[in-house]
């Protein structure tokens, strides 16, 4: 049976990065309640736009703000979570330097690590995805 887009559930996905050493770091997040590291994401609250989203999400979870930038999404993932359709539209968003602290714990890591850290396939697949941008972008 079909389902309504009623039914699917909205979220949206930081793929936060910085350049550290001329090297691209990425941004984990961990509550305090789960040992678990991931990319940053949330919930699309009515009205607001995935890409709004997406710098509320680094705020709120890092304490950092992006740069404005590349306003296309990297990817869009339809999965399964909790036995309920979900669809992430991912962001790949510069974090500028400074930030006001992080209300979870945060890890910076290079691609091979980050991706190791993500336990979710399609997340960790979004690490690559990030890569592949940001060389087009730097070959431009």
């Avoid at 996905?13 to 940053?40: G, H, K």
């Avoid at 036995?83 to 091979?112: D, F, M």
């Avoid at 997340?123 to 690559?128: C, E, F, K, V």
């Amino acid at each position: 049976m079909a389902r309504s887009p009623d039914q699917v559930h909205r979220e949206v996905c930081a793929v936060l990065y910085r350049i550290q050493d001329q090297r691209v770091e990425f941004c984990l997040v961990s509550t305090e309640r789960a040992s678990r590291w991931e990319l940053p994401h949330t919930e699309i609250a009515n009205g607001e736009s995935s890409l709004e989203a997406a710098y509320r999400c680094v705020l709120e979870q890092t304490g950092l703000v992006c740069r404005t930038g590349q306003q296309e999404p990297l990817d869009d993932i339809m999965a399964t979570q909790n036995r309920r359709l979900v669809q992430v539209v991912a962001y790949l968003l510069e974090a500028q330097p400074g930030g006001n602290g992080a209300p979870h714990r945060i890890r910076w890591c290079l691609a091979e690590e980050a991706r190791a850290r993500i336990r979710r396939k399609p997340m960790r697949r979004l690490i690559d995805l990030a890569l592949r941008r940001q060389a087009g972008q730097a070959g431009h």
